[in-house]
Structure formats: C-alpha cells, structure tokens
C-alpha cells in the first residue's frame, strides 16, 4: 500500500481505485465466467455465466481492493457486494415468476375464459366465470364482515382504549396475523359443522376464514392512521362542545379517510388470493354458484389449484387454464395494490407524517 | 386587567348549565359509540377463543379414541401420524429461513443504508410485489418451473456432495423435493423480514452513526458497530415471524411435495416428509368421518405451534410497537 501511495501524484486520491474499477472488474468476471461456462460446463448459457461471474468477482473485488487499498477498505466492498448481490438474488424469482405466468397465460387469457365455467368441460375451451364470481362473492362478504369490526376495533384502541383490555386487544390483533391461513379454514369448516351438521361447504364459510385473515390487516391499517390525526383537530372540536363520538365520525374518521379506503383495498389484496382456507371451507365444483349460503363455491385461487392437482387426460389444457387463471389473479393484486397505494398518495391530508 | 378578569368571570358558566349542557341524550350517542367500539375489541378476542375452542372441539374424536380403534380403522394414533408431518414442518421451515434471512437482512441493509436515497422506496416497493403474489401462484411456479430448473444443481449436489447427509439418498428425478419446497418458501417469507429489517435499521440513531463515520470507519464496519448491535432484537423477531409464516404457509408445499410420512435428515429424495398444513390440503377435500377429526387435529398443533412462534416474537418485538406484519 505504501510503495503505491509513495508514486501517486495527488494525495488526496492516492492509494485509492478509480471510481471506474470495480464495474471494469465486474465486466471481466462475467466474461471470464462466461468462458469458463462455455469450456467447463458444457456450453453458454446466461444464468450460469452470471452466477460463475458473481462468483469470480468476489474475490477478485476484494483482492484488488485489499492490494490498493487495504483490508478494511476491502472488507467494506465486499459487504456491499454481497448486498446488491442480495438484492439482484431476490428479483430472481420475481422476475421469472411474472415472466412465466404472462407467457403461460396469455394463450388462454380470453373471452371464453372469462365468460364459460368448467360445467360438463373436458379438455380444451372452459374458463373460470364461476371462479370469478365466487371469488368477488366471498371478498365481497368477508369485506363487509372485516371492515366494520376492524374498524371499530382500531377506533377502540385510538380514542378509548386504556388498560389490560386495549393492550390484551393490541396483543391479540398481532398474534391473530400469524395465523395461518389453513387454520383460519379449519376454523370456518368446524364451526360449520357444529352449527349446520357435519360436511357443511358453502360460500359464506370461506367468507368467514378471510374475515379471520382480513380483520388484523384492517385493524392495524386503520389504526397506524387514526394515531396520526393531529390531536389539536381533536381538541378544536371539543372546544365547540361536540361530542366525542361525533368527533369520532365528522373529524378524525374524515381526515383520515383516503388511509382507511387505501388501507382496506390493499387488504382486500392481501386476501383474494388466499387459497387452502377457501379449499376447505369454500370447496370446489365446477358450476357458477351465485348463492353463498348452500353449495360449494369455486374461486379463482382453487380454480388455479384444482386445474393443476386435477387435470384429465389431456394435461396441456388444464395447465392452460391453472396459468390463465394465475395471470388473472396477479393482475387482480396487482390492480388492488396500485388503486390503494394512489388513493393513499392521491388523497393523503397534507397535515399527515 | 381586573376588568378583563371580572368580565370573564362574567361570561365563564356556573357549573350548573355544564351539568345540563351534558344532556342524557348526547350522553347515550358517546355510550352507545363507545360501547360498539369496546364491542368489536372484544369480539376479536371471541374469535380467537372460538378458533381454539371449535377445533378442541372437532379434534377432539381424533385425540380421544382409543389407538386401538384407530389402528383399525387405518388412521393410525394420533401422534405418531403427526409426528413425520411436524419434522417436515420444522425441517421445512429450517431450510427456508437458512436460505431466507442472510439475503434479507442484505436486502433491507443495501436499502436501508447503500441505495440512493430517492431510489430506496422504489427499490422496497419491488420487493414487496414479492408479498402480493398469491401462494398458489408460487406454487404453481415452484412445481413447473423452479423444480426442472434446479434438478440439475440437485443432481450435482447429490453426486459431488452427496457425502453431506442432507444431501445423500437416491435424489429424485423430478426436483419434486423438500429443498425445492423451501426455495419456494424462502422466496415467499423473504419479503416480511425484509421489511421488518428495514424498517429497524432506519431507526437506528443518526448520531451513532455520524459518530462511527467520524471515528474513520468504513459504511461496513459502521453498519457493524452501530446498525447491527442496535437492531439485534429486531432481527430476531423479524426471523421468528418469517418463522410463523413458513410453519403455517400451505399451497407452495401442498403443490411441490407429493410427501411422505417418514422422518429423514435427506431433502433431495423423492421420498420426503410433508408438512402439517400441506397434508391437510391435500387430504381435507376428500376426507369424512374421523379422518376430518384427525386433520383439524393436526390444524390445531399447527395454530398452537405458530401462536407460540408467534407470541415469542411479539413479546421480543413490543419494544419496537410501531410495527408488525400487517403494515
């Protein structure tokens, strides 16, 4: 390190690489892995060239860095390295999962998909419109069960609660996220049972298990929100002698109101593609089904699954429709996402964080 | 001023027209409100005692009969049927979190403190897509594309590595195997810690951190002794909620594994163990009578196992309340 400082001309970048290195370094590790892919491993191809690369830059990188500049210096480019590495590791699987599903399901993603069901269907053509329906039945009731008790709940623990209650309430509304979603299934199936005797599936059961997933999304949602309505709006309003709850209803809820609709959309998202709790209290079938209370009920994630795990003879379709329908699920979530997080963005109050 | 004063004494009311400005009718609108709030509060805590107790109660035929009656009836007793599905589980969840919080905790430190500023929230947003997507898509991507993709680095484990005992057995021909099920896993738990992470190591205190860059330290070996330290407890529930995640998740392992009920250290086999909530899945559909007993059983392991999981990381967590896996 010393011989090289001794040499530079201008101290204050003496003993330092050029900005330019470790991307020249980078270049040379990928083409020297590419290299060694071709020659070693039986022939070019990308992904083991990049990983070969990744690889071969490592230690490069670090050796160059510990020659130049020193051990701490080399550690320090090693970390950062490794953490972009992490990243660019996690947009893998994101990657060729979208990839895969628009390839996959765009030869199905068409009319009759969306206007046929799977009724007296074997082999080509069918669709999924009794998946659809079920799925925007059984979101539909889950929402109007979720919102209002969510909502109040988080109104409790913001204005009124104090005490074991409020934080055996905070407690619980945690725990109840980590529940897993068969659980919440299991959960709708038993009570069903108990209630309506045994083998009891229908559309208003898998409402019910989203409901137990949905509530503690919306409770924390809407809580986060509530707690930073300014508190001098709060006391304006008493000042006028308005009573609290009015308070409650014509301030605090208003001004955080696009927080609330972003936060419940985006928990829509989070639940529209549960799965194993629909399978068990919801059930399959292949018919449209427009009523919750008797009957199994299909929906678009067990729609995916069933085509999958249960294919006919001529496999190639169902695997069709199991893409088809997973494409129009991301599209779903993705569409949900992007309408709450505008909404939150759109109609933020400017008083807010 | 002792005009002011005498002026306001005029106008302050006496308390008598405060009593009967507090009239019993806008009382009843504050009672009834306050009384629908406290009621949903409490209704939550009646669902989760309901989700315990109506499983105690269907499970129960299933804990109660007597072994021999289910030995019979080919059920098998209960805890040595749930035995090979609650290693899966745990073996399962192992792999998944060994692959998942290295990269996490690499993720939410390049945003948290590498990234460009104006592009971290960009960047965060990215990762979360990876939240969004349904798990029986991951499934589906797991079974039919990850699982031929990845058979050739199995075959090669398996063959230069194969000395491991993980990594020995006859390796399937398929890549339908439990690592195939925990990179699937991994992918789908990686997002919660990342944020998690994240959002501890942005409360790091700038201070401790201006204070090790003044000292001359480098942006690792700042991170190490400021960020780190700091966040060592947040790091540790942000992995046990990904935990509680990866015990319960059902249709990535339920698509993947076809499963076996065998206890083995071997995760390329074809011969593998499922996991409670997958065998559940797979089962449920097409189960009656003390079968269906049997599974909520097993569903009611499962809920006790990640309440725990779970509980163990909010306590660790309640220090950091501003956050929890659901924002």
Redesign the interface.
Same mark, same amino acid.
């Given at each position: 390190m010393s011989t090289l400082t001794a040499t530079r001309a201008n101290p204050l970048t003496a003993g330092q690489l050029p900005s330019f290195a470790p991307w020249v370094a980078l270049a040379a590790s990928v083409v020297t892995g590419g290299i060694v892919d071709s020659l070693g491993f039986g022939g070019f191809d990308l992904p083991t060239t990049v990983f070969l690369g990744a690889v071969i830059f490592l230690p490069v990188i670090y050796l160059l860095t510990r020659m130049v500049e020193g051990r701490r210096a080399a550690a320090d480019r090693l970390a950062t390295a490794l953490m972009a590495g992490a990243f660019l590791l996690a947009l893998l699987p994101l990657v060729s999962l979208l990839w895969e599903t628009v390839s996959n399901g765009l030869p199905r993603f068409d009319g009759t998909f969306f206007s046929w069901s799977m009724r007296n269907v074997i082999g080509a053509g069918g669709g999924a419109i009794h998946a659809l329906y079920g799925t925007l039945i059984i979101t539909g009731i889950a929402t109007l069960i979720a919102v209002p008790i969510g909502l109040m709940t988080a109104i409790y623990l913001v204005e009124y609660g104090r005490g074991a209650l409020a934080n055996a309430i905070t407690f619980f509304v945690d725990v109840m996220t980590g529940i897993p979603s068969i659980v919440a299934g299991l959960f709708a199936y038993a009570l069903m049972a108990i209630v309506f005797g045994p083998g009891t599936v229908n559309g208003f059961a898998g409402a019910m298990a989203l409901s137990v997933l949905m509530i503690p999304i919306v409770v924390r949602a809407t809580e986060e929100l509530l707690r930073i309505v300014p508190n001098e709006l709060r006391e304006a309003s008493y000042a006028l002698g308005v009573p609290k709850w009015r308070t409650i209803l014509a301030v605090v809820l208003p001004t955080s109101l696009s927080g609330i609709v972003s936060g419940v959309i985006l928990a829509i998202a989070r639940i529209i593609g549960e799965t194993a709790p629909l399978m068990i209290a919801a059930g399959f079938t292949n018919s449209i089904n427009t009523n919750p209370f008797a009957n199994p009920m299909m929906t678009l994630p067990v729609f995916v699954y069933d085509q999958y795990a249960h294919p006919g003879i001529e496999r190639e379709f169902y695997n069709e429709r199991a893409w088809a329908g997973a494409m129009t699920l991301i599209v779903l979530v993705m569409v949900l996402n992007l309408i709450g997080r505008f909404i939150a963005k759109r109609f933020a109050p400017k008083s807010g964080r | 001023m002792a005009i002011v004063t005498q002026s306001t004494r005029e106008v302050t009311p006496t308390p008598a027209p405060v009593q009967s400005?507090r009239s019993p009718r806008?009382r009843i609108?504050?009672r009834?409100?306050?009384a629908?709030? %406290?009621?949903?509060?409490?209704?939550?805590?009646v669902?989760?005692a309901?989700?315990a107790g109506?499983?105690l109660?269907?499970a129960l035929p299933a804990l109660t009969t007597s072994p021999a009656e289910l030995e019979a009836k080919g059920y098998g007793p209960f805890w040595s049927w749930i035995l090979p599905f609650a290693w899966g589980t745990v073996w399962a969840s192992f792999w998944a979190l060994l692959m998942a919080v290295?990269?996490?905790?690499?993720?939410a430190?390049?945003?948290s403190h590498?990234a460009p500023r104006r592009l971290a929230s960009g960047?965060g947003y990215?990762?979360d897509?990876?939240a969004?997507?349904?798990?029986?898509?991951?499934?589906?991507?797991g079974?039919?594309?990850?699982a031929p993709a990845a058979n050739p680095l199995y075959l090669w484990l398996n063959v230069h590595l194969g000395w491991i005992p993980f990594f020995s057995g006859q390796a399937s021909g398929t890549g339908r195997n439990l690592l195939t099920a925990s990179i699937v896993l991994a992918?789908m738990i990686?997002p919660i810690i /990342?944020s998690l992470c994240r959002e501890v190591f942005l409360q790091t205190p700038v201070l401790h951190e201006e204070a090790a860059l003044a000292l001359g330290a %480098?942006?690792?070996?700042m991170?190490r002794m400021s960020v780190l330290p700091f966040a060592r407890a947040g790091i540790v529930s942000s992995v046990m909620?990904g935990l509680?995640?990866a015990?319960?998740? %059902?249709?990535a392992v339920?698509?993947v594994l076809s499963g076996a009920p065998v206890i083995t250290l071997e995760i390329l086999t074809s011969q593998n163990p499922n996991t409670i909530?997958a065998v559940?899945?797979q089962n449920?559909?097409e189960a009656?009578g003390l079968k /269906?007993n049997q599974?909520?059983a097993g569903?009611l392991a499962?809920?006790v196992i /990640?309440?725990l999981?779970?509980?163990g990381?909010?306590l660790i967590m309640s220090r950091y309340k501003e956050f929890?896996?659901?924002?």
């Open positions: - | 400005a806008r609108g504050d009834v409100f306050s629908l709030a %406290t009621g949903s509060g409490i209704i939550i805590l669902i989760l309901m989700v109506f499983l109660m269907q290295p990269v996490s905790i690499g993720i430190l390049f945003i590498y960047l990215v990762i897509l990876l969004a997507v349904p798990s029986v898509v991951f499934g589906l991507w079974i039919i594309v990850l992918v990686l /990342t %480098t942006r690792w070996e991170i909620l509680g995640r015990l319960g998740e %059902t249709m339920a698509m909530a559940i899945a449920f559909p009656y /269906t599974l909520i569903g499962l809920f /990640t309440l999981v779970n509980s990381a909010r929890s896996g659901a924002n």
